[in-house]
């Protein structure tokens, strides 16, 4: 029995090594998202939220519009609009029109916006210390590489 299949408790087999690498990693994910979501709850962000800060920090001062930031989110949202009004009402975020195009709206990351990523940073290496940084640096090049493969082999639809 396979480590996954006692920790859900499973009494019978997968219905393939497919099926159960399939599970394997929702279940990691599901791990890993709830370690960061309790690590972000006390700076009052989502993994998701953060995920945009990071983005929008990425983007420098020319900041990005909505589409932009919604085409690399890590796991993307229905309503990117909305996550950006939370984050503006927050004051992690800013956004405005675009000085040559008016029809573009630009987000841009707030010093509160930044704040908020270097209180996050200590908690956030713990978290990703003790989830793979236990693993040897070849064992981290091979599962970057196989979840490469998976994500190159699977077609991204986004809405």
Do not use: W
Not at 58 to 72: I, M, Y
């Amino acid at each position: 029995m396979s480590q996954l299949a006692r920790e859900l408790k499973q009494t019978r087999p997968f219905a393939s090594p497919a099926h159960e690498a399939l599970v394997s990693i929702q279940r990691t994910a599901a791990i890993v998202e709830l370690r960061l979501a309790e690590a972000l709850r006390p700076l009052g962000i989502t993994p998701t939220q953060y995920n945009v800060l990071r983005i929008l920090r990425g983007a420098g001062a020319d900041g990005l519009p909505r589409c932009e930031v919604q085409s690399r989110l890590i796991a993307p949202v229905a309503d990117t609009t909305r996550l950006l009004d939370r984050l503006e009402k927050l004051g992690l975020v800013a956004r405005a029109r675009d000085e040559v195009d008016r029809r573009i709206v630009r987000s841009r990351i707030t010093p509160g916006g930044l704040a908020v990523l270097e209180k996050a940073a200590a908690p956030l290496r713990q978290i990703e210390q003790g989830e793979v940084g236990r693993l040897s640096e070849a064992r981290l090049r091979t599962l970057i590489s196989v979840l490469d493969d998976i994500r190159r082999l699977t077609p991204c639809r986004q809405g």
